[in-house]
């Protein structure tokens, strides 16, 4: 079983950037494609962002040219740059696989985009 631990979220302004984190262990992730959600207030829980084991990537198109991302196989993490960030990205945002029956969810990072 994988287990994973998100981080890098926190308190930006709109317009300013972070890059999430996600750290697995118990079992490699390289053979999987992987991705990010997230969960705002009262709604249910999105997909974000796909990085396929080979490096493809798509996004929702509500963050396409804003976020990006990665993947560091040697590491065992998938990252998430977020650029020009919006009051609409406020969410707690996880991740996890793409496909198929998804591992225990991790606590998430809280992400929060205010003046």
């Known amino acids: 079983q994988v287990q994973l631990v998100e981080s890098g979220g926190g308190l930006v302004q709109p317009g300013g950037s972070l890059r999430l984190s996600c750290a697995a262990s118990?079992?490699?992730?390289?053979?999987?494609?992987m991705a990010w959600y997230r969960q705002a207030p009262g709604k249910q829980r999105e997909l974000v962002a796909v990085?396929?084991?080979?490096?493809?990537?798509s996004y929702a198109d509500s963050v396409k040219g804003r976020f990006t991302v990665s993947r560091d196989n040697a590491k065992n993490t998938v990252y998430l740059q977020m650029n020009s960030l919006k009051a609409e990205d406020t969410a707690v945002y996880y991740c996890?696989?793409?496909?198929?029956?998804?591992?225990?969810w991790g606590q998430g990072t809280q992400v929060t985009v205010s003046s």
């Open positions: 996890n696989s793409a496909l198929g029956i998804p591992w225990s």
């Open positions: 118990g079992s490699t992730i390289s053979i999987y494609a």
């Open positions: 990085i396929t084991r080979g490096g493809s990537t």
